[in-house]
């Protein structure tokens, strides 16, 4: 029987001979080879059905068949042929910066990347992987194969759509919508697409090109019924959407009023303020999972604080229920914070919701929080360059300026000095409009908020020819 070294032996045997020869070493070569690490590479993208829009992954199986520990094992990938497949940032983990394979060890790594080539046919990714002292560099590649689903598949995209007008989440009698344009879109797509809803509310698309967004939705409404999720999907040949049932709801703020009431026109700071909240439900149906959530719209912290308990059901619960005409008043008491003084105003701004509701309405109320006074300045300006912001020379300098309240009240007078700033002494905290003298309205709202140090800031408004 004739015995012969295996492959890797010689190969391994002829690297160490040419490693002597270079350092010069002279020394006895030994029969078979030292042991050495030997990497060996397999890779596949694994079973799916990929789009060319998704993040395709490979699985990059390494094992060290060698008999050594391999250290500082790195992998890279490329393009061989075919469109550009380029791999994702950070994808290689420990096979980039140097990762080790003790002998006989196997590990799986899972990379992805995307096509960017945007031509016909699939890439062919070569992926490599090294180590130093590898015996056999002859198992280091692997060639890859990345074969989407093909661009030009189409599939049958059909569904029901209804409005729920009940509003239990089910398609009940009646509540089916005919006459809709139904429109299938998304990236890629040459044009959109488009049929008409049958009596049942069905509509049916026979061919829809693949795409890892599709989006389904809906023209000529006359009822403007929201369909939230606008069913997104994605088509990847398999037709598994071809029995979408999409719900239309009608928005909570059509059925459900709210009106939120101070007790007092004005309080003073720290004071306990109270408030009534009427809810009433004007739809034909039950009302359920309802709830509020209060907010600072403008993050200054004046707002009356309402205990969550005083909510009740409408609390964090989402229990609140109205039956069809009910009318429901929930009393609050909040303490004044100190700082809304300094706003000279506290304020409520609440919006009321249902779990499965969309679109619930927003409220507000606000009360008075006099007694303070400062000098309010700002500046009146005209953005003569158009580059939206005030600049050197854009003040509108020398012109009679006036604060009024919102109902027209004179408040205060001054002129504004060469450089378009204006200061009116001593003003009580609150929100005024402001006018200028001549020719001039303001571009946007003519509303100031005046608030007192430390809380203030110098206003500004921007002025156009009337
Ligand atoms: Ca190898
Ligand atoms: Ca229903
Ligand atoms: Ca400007």
């Not at 309240?405 to 004179?410: A, G």
Request: hydrophobic share 35%; charged share 20%; net charge negative.
């Amino acid at each position: 029987m004739r015995r012969t070294l295996p492959a890797r032996s010689v190969r391994a045997v002829g690297a160490l001979t040419l490693a002597f020869t270079l350092t010069g070493a002279v020394a006895a070569l030994p029969a078979y080879a030292d042991p050495g690490p030997n990497l060996k590479i397999t890779a596949a993208v694994p079973e799916g059905r990929w789009l060319r829009g998704d993040h395709i992954p490979i699985d990059v199986t390494i094992t060290n068949i060698g008999d050594a520990k391999a250290t500082e094992v790195r992998a890279t990938g490329s393009t061989y042929s075919g469109p550009y497949y380029g791999f994702d940032p950070n994808t290689w983990g420990d096979l980039d910066t140097g990762a080790s394979f003790e002998a006989g060890e196997s590990r799986t790594y899972r990379v992805t990347g995307y096509i960017w080539g945007t031509e016909a046919g699939n890439p062919m990714v070569r992926i490599d992987v090294n180590a130093p002292g590898d015996t056999d560099y002859s198992d280091n590649s692997a060639d890859v194969p990345v074969n989407p689903i093909p661009p030009e598949t189409t599939e049958r995209v059909a569904g029901q759509v209804y409005g729920d007008k009940n509003r239990d989440g089910l398609l009940s009698p009646g509540e089916e919508l005919a006459g809709l344009t139904a429109v299938v879109g998304g990236p890629g797509l040459p044009q959109e697409l488009s049929v008409v809803t049958d009596a049942a509310g069905r509509f049916s698309f026979d061919a829809v090109p693949v795409g890892t967004i599709r989006v389904v939705y809906f023209r000529n409404d006359p009822d403007g019924w929201l369909f939230p999720e606008g069913e997104s999907v994605r088509l990847d040949g398999s037709g598994t959407h071809q029995n979408l049932s999409i719900q239309g709801r009608q928005p909570l703020e059509k059925d459900l009023q709210a009106k939120i009431e101070f007790g007092k026109a004005s309080y003073a700071p720290g004071e306990t303020a109270t408030a009534k909240v009427t809810l009433t439900n004007s739809g034909a149906y039950p009302l359920s999972g309802l709830y509020v959530t209060c907010s600072d719209p403008q993050g200054t912290d004046i707002d009356l604080k309402i205990p969550q308990e005083q909510w009740g059901a409408f609390g964090p619960a989402q229990a609140g229920t109205l039956a069809a005409g009910e009318r429901l008043v929930i009393t609050l008491t909040g303490q004044v914070p100190e700082k809304a003084l300094y706003f000279g105003k506290t304020l409520l701004y609440c919006n009321f919701n249902g779990k499965t509701y969309l679109r619930g309405p927003w409220v507000s109320a606000e009360a008075k929080v006099p007694g303070k006074r400062a000098d309010s300045r700002g500046l009146a300006w005209v953005d003569k360059n158009h580059n939206f912001q005030p600049d050197e020379g854009e003040g509108l300098a020398n012109v009679t300026a006036t604060l009024s309240t919102k109902d027209n009240k004179l408040v205060s007078f001054a002129r504004t000095d060469a450089k378009g700033f204006v200061t009116f002494p001593g003003v009580a905290a609150g929100e005024y409009v402001f006018r200028v003298a001549g020719p001039w309205q303001a571009v946007d709202s003519p509303t100031i908020q005046h608030v007192a140090p430390p809380y203030g800031w110098e206003w500004r408004v921007q002025l156009q020819p009337r």
